[in-house]
């Protein structure tokens, strides 16, 4: 996934192994991150019709992981 930033933060890269489950989970890479830390994007599905999306961020290295914006999302019928 390749996250563009609408700020001086520029491009950010991210990849998964795949789905677990009912989740994805996106880690930031070496090759294109953010200088300030080791962002993860996680998509998890609740129903067949709903799915939310969880971005946090880790500055000790994957070790800690701060919560940031969260996004609910539902299709219209």
């Known amino acids: ?35 300030f830390a080791l962002e993860r994007v996680t998509f998890s599905r609740e129903s067949p019709t ?4 969880i971005y946090e961020m880790s500055r000790d290295d994957g070790k800690t992981w701060r919560g940031g914006d969260q996004q609910a999302f539902v299709r219209k019928s």
């Open 50 to 53: 709903t799915f939310r999306t």
């Open 1 to 35: 996934m390749l996250v563009a930033s609408n700020h001086d933060a520029g491009a950010r890269l991210f990849r998964s192994k795949g789905w677990e489950s009912e989740k994805v989970t996106f880690q930031s890479v070496p090759d294109l991150r953010a200088p």
